[in-house]
């Protein structure tokens, strides 16, 4: 449990972990170059450096000459050995003029210094236009020795900026190998969608590594068996309708010819065939998932009021809790075929009371449908989206069983979610959510 956090903060997509493994063995290798080339290439320069300044330094008090405080005027005399190379030589009240308290003490150089000169030396450095090295030497401790070193001034800035340019260009480099490699994945995935919402795209371009060009070949031939099996079956429903129906209009045109005294069987025979027809429209509704219907923004508010008003010559009371919902993308008939399905087993299992109701929490489109009937038991619940499911003797067996399932087909193709529970005032509730995008 200790370690969960820190797995939250881990990336999960095959693109991100990736780019953060290029990204952190280049930064790997970028500490070891860096490392490298300091203690490899700059720190011998530099330490020849300060073996050439010594070297200077003590051609300074070669005559053996101390100069201690009562030698200060001495100052003078020194400068006037220095040849013409930059080399200056400071009291200490010049030297803080000069901005030795500003310069950088360094305890590698320092002690490096003290053994050329064979004293205990200070050194400091000043990074600006040039680099300036401060020493105190051991002969005289009472005096600044300041090296101007020209051509050095700017000997790390080349290092940094070859570093941050061959880092920079290594992770552009790193990301866009791993974006080329995530792109077909992205394009399986989107493709993948398409699928379960029973949409067939294109077949996909077989590129990318041989494992994916395997992965992608292999969806196609899928994606295609199904598409087939889709056609199939519609073909073959739309023949089983279309065969069933033919003979039911002549058994009905049969029974409008029966004399008046049987009326009573005519009227059976009539209803019998019109319950027949319902069910073979929803095959045929379950079968085609409505995918002949194209996306527009809808508001769900609009489709909620146009059901109620064709409702309302049934006598059927549905109270409305509308709240306010912006329009979403959606198949406004297969939407409207799931408010009306769900109104139709409110109305059948129902004691003439229905609510209808609209949400929106800002991430998604929910509506909901409620009754006041017996209920269902919890335990049935699921099974009950399954295609010649019904409900237990609670809530009667009437119809083919098709009215859930369809809803689910169509929820699920707008990647939704439907909810069925009991009201604790008693009856059902259907709940739907709709994502925005």
């Known amino acids: 449990m200790s370690f969960s956090w820190w797995r939250k903060l881990l990336p999960r997509s095959a693109f991100s972990q990736t780019v953060m493994l290029i990204g952190c063995l280049l930064l790997i290798n ?3 170059s860096y490392l490298s080339v300091a203690v490899y290439v700059i720190k011998p320069s530099y330490q020849q450096i300060n073996q050439l300044i010594a070297r200077q330094v003590k051609l300074l008090f070669v005559d053996g000459v101390d100069i201690g405080r009562e ?12 040849r013409d190379d930059g080399m200056h030589v400071y009291n200490q009240k010049q030297a803080r003029e000069a901005g030795v308290d500003r ?24 990074q600006g236009s040039e680099i300036q090295v401060w ?36 992770v552009a480099g790193g990301w866009w190998f791993a974006r080329q490699q995530n792109r077909p994945l992205r394009r399986l995935q989107k493709a993948a969608i398409s699928v379960s919402r029973g949409d067939f795209p294109e077949p996909l371009p077989l590129n990318g590594s041989s494992e994916l060009i395997e992965v992608t070949s292999a969806f196609n031939q899928m994606a295609q068996s199904m598409q087939q099996l889709e056609q199939d079956r519609a073909l073959l429903m739309a023949g089983i309708s279309h065969d069933l129906r033919t003979p039911l209009t002549r058994i009905r045109l049969a029974s409008e010819m029966m004399v008046e005294e049987d009326a009573y069987l005519r009227d059976g ?3 019998d065939i019109e319950d027949m027809d319902a069910i ?3 095959f045929i509704a379950y079968i085609r998932q409505d995918q002949e219907a194209g996306r527009e923004p809808v508001q769900i508010n609009s489709l909620i009021r146009d059901l109620v008003q064709a409702e309302a010559n049934r006598g059927i009371q549905i109270e409305l809790d ?16 799931v408010l009306s399905n769900l109104v139709e087993n409110a109305y059948r299992y129902g004691n003439n009371w229905i609510r209808i109701g609209s949400q929106f929490d800002g991430k998604r489109l929910g509506f909901s449908v409620e009754d006041n009937g017996p209920g269902i038991d919890e335990k049935q619940i699921p099974k009950l989206f399954q295609p010649f499911t019904q409900g237990d003797s609670a809530r009667g067996s009437v119809g083919s069983g098709l ?30 959510w709709l994502p925005l995008d």
Request: charged share 15%; glycine share 8%; aromatic share 6%.
């Open 30 to 32: 970028q500490l070891v």
């Open 403 to 432: 009215g859930l399932a369809i809803i689910k087909r169509i929820v699920d193709r707008h990647l939704g979610k439907v909810v069925l529970t009991n009201r604790p005032e008693g009856g059902l509730k259907a709940q739907v």
């Open 135 to 170: 020493i105190r030497p051991p002969q005289a401790p009472s005096v600044w020795i300041k090296v101007p070193l020209t051509g050095y001034e700017s000997a790390l800035s080349p290092l940094t900026l070859y570093l941050m340019v061959i880092g920079a260009l290594s």
């Open 269 to 271: 025979i009539v209803n």
């Open 280 to 282: 073979i429209n929803q």
């Open 103 to 126: 310069a950088t003490y360094y305890g590698f150089f320092s002690s490096q210094m003290s053994e050329y000169l064979g004293g205990e030396a200070e050194v400091r450095m000043t």
């Open 71 to 82: 030698h200060l005027t001495m100052v003078d005399a020194l400068n006037a050995k220095v």
């Open 322 to 337: 509308l709240a306010d919902c912006p329009a979403v993308l959606m198949q406004g008939v297969a939407i409207k075929r």
